[in-house]
């Protein structure tokens, strides 16, 4: 094929990959509008503006912290206030693109921007079905890339700050705090520490002490709760309780008195075991490459939504960074298809992220009789086996650069020796 061709061919491949992005972005992030929880919780806000008090049964789904952040939007109409929060969260997707190129510089180049990490992040199904349904995950996530690049530049006062500052919007980031402690990056912890406490401070006087208290005592901490075994709860937990009940059309939830002691303790031994995982890949010395920094990054990423009491699907977002860094890291080392990280890493994105519409999923049979394909998808913790398919993928690369770098240390220890032995 001449080089004309080739060309040509590349052109036409880019045109029809940006094509098919820009039309599944838009039909994934616009096409379902799925805003019910966001007209609920401009309720409740509402509610507590004009009574000074939380009226509503939905009232501690969220933190305290994210009424006072929702508060403006509750003095507009409905309508508006959702497009409002449809706006501020495609605002906040280009920062957390533009946070990403800051923490990837310079190992990245528009080339690999443009035919790799931004389609797959467009075309990433938790995203769309966040942006779809006007989430908080966004605001979240973009303050954790902050927190990575801080972290990045050796800021530990700014990392401890944000981290609390995402955790306290919605609770799942607080784990976060578990991976600094254990490497042992106490200036971090200190902030975490601080910032919590003054971030905790601050929604008490606001809302009251009582309606913190009765927020984290019954949601932080459950206490055995059927959202627990919610059909959509990919945590570990959730998905081996399901395993030993069969998948049915309208079941939404499994009831806690329905489940047995074998389940629960084959849950916290699995989860025992990917504890393990993480300790050992982790390891405790901090090394200040890149690659290792957003290896353990996504790692801890994807560790939290597994070791989460609850974690809905979409959370799934989270993950998009490890998606991102993971690419950038097997482009720089021109590994190609070789790589089984690459193909764990693909394995994974196709499991969680999909880049399909979802409306082909439930347009095919369904593999079980009369029940949705989609419903069967999160019943059996197919994102969950993402999860741990993208870990398996940065031990396999960071597995390999430590190889790399030992070996290349061997190399250098062997040419001195000679040198030495050669010196008159």
Not at 19 to 46: C, N, Q, S, W
Not at 311 to 316: K, T
Request: aromatic share 14%; glycine share 8%.
């Amino acid at each position: 094929m001449s080089l004309r061709w080739r060309e040509r061919l590349a052109l036409l491949s880019g045109l029809g990959l940006w094509g098919y992005t820009i039309a599944h972005y838009v039909h994934g992030a616009f096409g379902y509008r799925g805003y019910g929880d966001f007209f609920l919780l401009m309720k409740t806000v509402r509610e507590w503006l004009a009574t000074g008090h939380f009226v509503s049964q939905y009232v501690y789904l969220y933190p305290p912290l994210f009424y006072l952040i929702s508060a403006p939007l509750a003095f507009l109409s409905d309508p508006i206030a959702v497009q409002v929060m449809v706006a501020i969260n495609q605002v906040l997707l280009v920062i957390c693109m533009a946070l990403l190129m800051v923490a990837i510089a310079p190992k990245s180049t528009w080339r690999l921007w443009g035919w790799m990490l931004l389609p797959l992040a467009l075309n990433f199904r938790p995203l769309l079905l966040l942006l779809s349904m006007a989430k908080i995950e966004l605001l979240q996530l973009t303050v954790l890339l902050g927190a990575l690049v801080a972290f990045q530049r050796k800021r530990p006062w700014v990392t401890g700050l944000l981290v609390a500052v995402a955790g306290l919007i919605k609770p799942l980031p607080l784990l976060w705090v578990l991976y600094f402690a254990w490497k042992r990056e106490w200036r971090v912890v200190r902030a975490w520490g601080v910032a919590v406490a003054a971030l905790l401070a601050l929604s008490s006087f606001a809302v009251g002490v009582e309606a913190v208290w009765i927020y984290f005592s019954n949601v932080v901490l459950p206490r055995g709760e059927n959202v627990m075994y919610w059909y959509e709860d990919q945590s570990l937990m959730g998905v081996v309780v399901r395993l030993f009940h069969p998948v049915q059309a309208n079941a939404f939830y499994i009831p806690s008195d329905q489940v047995s002691v074998w389940s629960l303790a084959l849950g916290w031994g699995v989860r025992l075991v990917v504890c393990g995982w993480l300790a050992v890949l982790l390891g405790r010395r901090h090394e200040p490459s890149p690659s290792r920094v957003w290896g353990e990054w996504s790692v801890v990423s994807a560790g939290m939504l597994l070791l989460s009491p609850f974690s809905r699907d979409y959370y799934a977002v989270f993950l998009l960074p490890g998606y991102l860094l993971l690419a950038t890291t097997l482009w720089n080392q021109r590994v190609g298809l070789k790589s089984k990280g690459f193909w764990l890493g693909l394995a994974s994105y196709l499991l969680v992220g999909q880049g399909f519409p979802l409306g082909i999923i439930r347009k095919l049979p369904p593999l079980i009789p009369g029940v949705d394909n989609f419903h069967s998808y999160l019943h059996y913790g197919i994102p969950t086996l993402g999860y741990l398919l993208l870990i398996a993928a940065w031990a396999v690369v960071l597995g390999a650069e430590k190889s790399a770098g030992r070996a290349e240390r061997h190399g250098a220890e062997s040419v001195m020796a000679r040198e030495v032995a050669l010196a008159p």
